[in-house]
């Protein structure tokens, strides 16, 4: 539960608003990911002497001693700013790390995490996984005093400068079953690993990792054999959390640019905010906007104290409900922008663009319905 | 006659296998958007002029193929199902129609052959800056000076301009009145004069396909007009619902859409142990879209028979905007969902024609992204649908 005291909350409120502002003006953004593939170091300081990458863990692992959902401020301004940088991937790497309690080679990651020195990621997703993270067929297959890693890892959220990957494998157990699931650290340069990186459509940097029979050892499980999806699923759900701070931030952002737009834009000699049928679309897009925030809301305050299991249930509800309202509130930013919405130049598409990838990151509306429904029929 | 058909279709089928070559198929496959790669559509216009099927909807006497509907259909059918570009709409289905209906002897003559062999690409410069869905108010000028006139002011979204030789321009040459008079549709033969610079535009796709177009002192002869001074929104109008109607079958293209997804769905995993074409909320939503392109191919039927510029065709060509651009919309849509996080990554290079860049994922899947993206401006090029909306509404409420 978060012990952070409201001074310090404001505190992370405020020294992220004055690095959007700041620091990440469009034109800023645009030369990060011109000269830096939009992963600055220089950023990366900045995220750690703010304390942003603390957020979350105790204060005798060297952080702040809040929880995760003491992040959502920095996430929606990430938002606003359309911060590229692997904030959300390099904590959640960071947030198995602390919940494993990993010892030694993991210990030492995770405060270098915490710093500001290191970073490692999360491997989970599958090509045939659509989100699922209990999804796993990368298997785990006993070898000697350790094991075997070989399967394929997609879409993972990447840091160009992380030397470790979290990956999820299997040791025993059906596809989607909870038990069975292990979690290994891995160093990205070991032998057998191959990862494909590339730049994604908002900007971020995604990899697809194959894991080709890398061995490794027992130390390098995580936690005790077959049971880490418990630490997993909570992660994944914190995740989720958080994307849906980011969008709120980009939603709120696309309303205000568009109800700003339409006031001065001309069309027929009126402003188009004139007309009745851009005023209902723009109402719309609040009622979604505002809606998927109050959901957002409620969903922080039950977070805390709530099991791995109601936090899973919480999570999918808000990424089934922002699925919809993303793509609603993007998608009219755009037609009521009119042709300049479809341009590089104009940030519009580039919130649209973010917007569409945290649609379909960490499985899309439908799968999270689906599970909804699995869960009431269960 | 199903035995003509049947022969026809084979000769069809037939002459597009032994002629369409690698690089041809490869752009057709690495269409993104309603303009294919430039250099090989352009390449397999020529072929199709080779054997006088470039403008098949043209009348015969000035290079169609006086083929009958179902001919046409059958035609653009064997297209998609080969892979093959579309052909690039501007030259063809916009400003040659116009040329035929209020060209002169001279203009058609001058111009018609060009658009017939693609030896000629004309780009289409209505929108302005200011002047988006309410065209009319556009500001670019024209003066007369002599045997000549003088332009100034710019387009903007004037799609491909970067690679044409040949522009389409709706200026003002009048004053007073109604802003919809005093506009001229003059033909642009001489796109190097020094007083025309063409920018590109970089897109949501991260790729140029929209340029502005701006106009310093740029002379052009008095015959360039095409119909009468001022009169110039009566043909841009008729070209209007040349290009919402479609000169070709959208639902021929669109089923070709869905069943890439549906390929898709046959391989690609629920999340839960199963594939999603299994899955029935996949279901429904592509049996619905199947229903609307089938439904929006009745209506092109319907528009295809109706004579142009007529009261009813005014309508039938918003209707035909709006459902056609919209469930085009609602298909990439699908085609993400369905593709996941795969279609995230930008993929430029292996989109781009004879890179050699192979994509990464699913081979199928990666002109999924680049094509919702685009069509983003479906419902806003060529007269918003919300424009489209409005002339409906007005006929409605006349």
Known sequence: MSTLSQETRSMLEDSVNRFVQGEYTFDDRKRNLKEHQGQSPSHWQTFAEMGWLAIPFAEEQGGLGGDNTDTLGVMKGFGRGLVTEPYLGVLAAARLLALAEAKGEGAELLAGIISGARQAVFACEEPQSRGNPLAVATRAEPDGSGYRLSGEKIAVMHSLTASHVLVSARSEGDYTDHGGIDLFLVELDSPGVDVTGYPMIDGHQGANMRFDGVAVSAAQRLTDEGEAATIILQVHSESLLMLAAEAVGIMETLVKKTVAYTRTRKQFGVALAEFQVLQHRMAEMYIETTSLANLLTQTAHRWTGADVHQQAILASKLKARLGQAARYVGQQAIQLHGGIGMTDELDIGHYFKRLTSIELQLGNAEWHRKRLWREHAA | ?398
């Open chain 2, 1 to 398: 006659m199903n035995t003509e058909l049947n022969t026809f279709r084979h000769q069809i089928r037939e002459f597009i296998e032994q002629h369409a070559d690698d690089e041809i198929l490869e752009a057709g496959r690495k269409t993104t958007s309603f303009f294919p790669p430039f250099d090989q559509v352009m390449k397999w216009h020529r072929i199709l002029h080779s054997q006088g099927w470039s403008a098949i909807r043209w009348p015969e006497e000035y290079g169609g193929t006086g083929w009958d509907v179902p001919r046409q259909l059958i035609f653009e059918e064997e297209c998609r199902r080969a892979g093959v570009p579309l052909l690039l709409p501007q030259s063809i289905s916009m400003v040659g129609p116009a040329i035929i209906h209020y060209g002169t002897d001279e203009q058609k003559r001058k111009h018609l052959p060009g658009i017939l062999s693609g030896e000629n690409f004309w780009a289409q410069g209505y929108s302005e800056p200011n002047a988006g869905s309410d065209l009319a108010s556009l500001k670019c000028r024209a003066e007369r000076d002599g045997d000549h006139y003088v332009i100034n002011g710019s387009k903007t979204w004037t799609t491909y301009a970067h690679h044409a030789n040949r522009l389409f321009l709706l200026v003002r040459t009048g004053g007073a009145g109604k802003p919809q008079q005093g506009i001229s549709f003059f033909l642009i033969e001489d796109l190097t004069d020094p007083g025309i610079e063409i920018r590109p535009i970089i897109g949501l796709d991260g790729v140029p396909e929209q340029c502005d177009v701006f106009f310093t002192n740029v002379r052009v002869p008095v015959d360039c007009c095409l119909g009468e001074e001022n009169d110039g929104w009566s043909v841009a109008k008729y070209l209007l619902e040349h290009e919402r109607g479609g000169g070709t079958s959208f639902a021929t293209t669109f089923r070709h859409e869905l069943a890439t997804i549906r390929r898709l769905a046959g391989r690609t995993g629920d999340g839960f142990g199963g594939f999603l074409a299994d899955d029935p909320v996949f279901q429904d939503r592509y049996v619905r879209l199947h229903l609307e392109v089938d439904t929006l191919e009745a209506t092109e039927e319907v528009f295809a028979a109706m004579e142009k510029g007529s009261p009813e065709s005014g309508p039938m060509s918003s209707m035909i905007k709006i459902t056609s651009m919209e469930t085009i919309q609602r298909i990439t849509e699908l085609a993400i969902d369905v593709a996941g996080t795969p279609s995230l990554a930008l993929q430029l290079a292996a989109l781009t024609v004879a890179s050699g860049v192979e994509p990464i994922g699913d081979d199928d899947a990666v002109t999924l992204m680049p094509k919702y993206l685009n069509n983003r401006a479906a419902s806003i090029f060529g007269g918003s649908n919300e424009i489209q909306r409005n002339i409906i509404a007005k006929t409605l409420l006349r």
